[in-house]
């Protein structure tokens, strides 16, 4: 394989441990209501419009900007192993498109190995995205994806 067709040239990856089992992120992942909490940066708020989850189903979610405008990220799920694995397309308008997500979930006794990466058309579409911000949008919605989680947990 070619260095330019390696998907690993073309990836953006966060890996993380979180503190809760294995349903309780895969419930966050997979659950509207759960979902429109931590979907986006902090300070941002998250609208579901659509979440038909199964594979070729659609997803869309909304999130309001300070100016009036609308972010929209949607997209189609292409792989679904239930608590293992969610691989989806993915716009995120005006910002990024046509990427692919593949969302892995690791059980580890009470806690989680969460590994998400995205997968850009080219290595210099990648290092754009990463100029952009991938790892602080990413990292502050996943902060409050583990905040939503730690609340989960607790509430069991």
Known sequence: ???????????????????????????????PGHIAQWWAPKGMKTEVLE???RVGGRWRYSMPMPDGSEFVSEGTYIEIEPLKKIVTTADFRPMTENVELHILFEANGDETIFTFSTIHATEEYKMKQEKMGFYNGWGSAFERMEV?????????
């Open 51 to 53: 979440h038909d989850f």
């Open 1 to 31: 394989m070619s260095s330019v067709n390696n998907p690993g040239n073309r990836t953006l990856s966060i890996k993380k441990i979180l503190k809760a089992p294995v349903q309780t992120i895969w419930d966050i992942w997979t659950e």
């Open 148 to 156: 939503l989680a730690t609340s989960l947990k607790k509430g069991e």
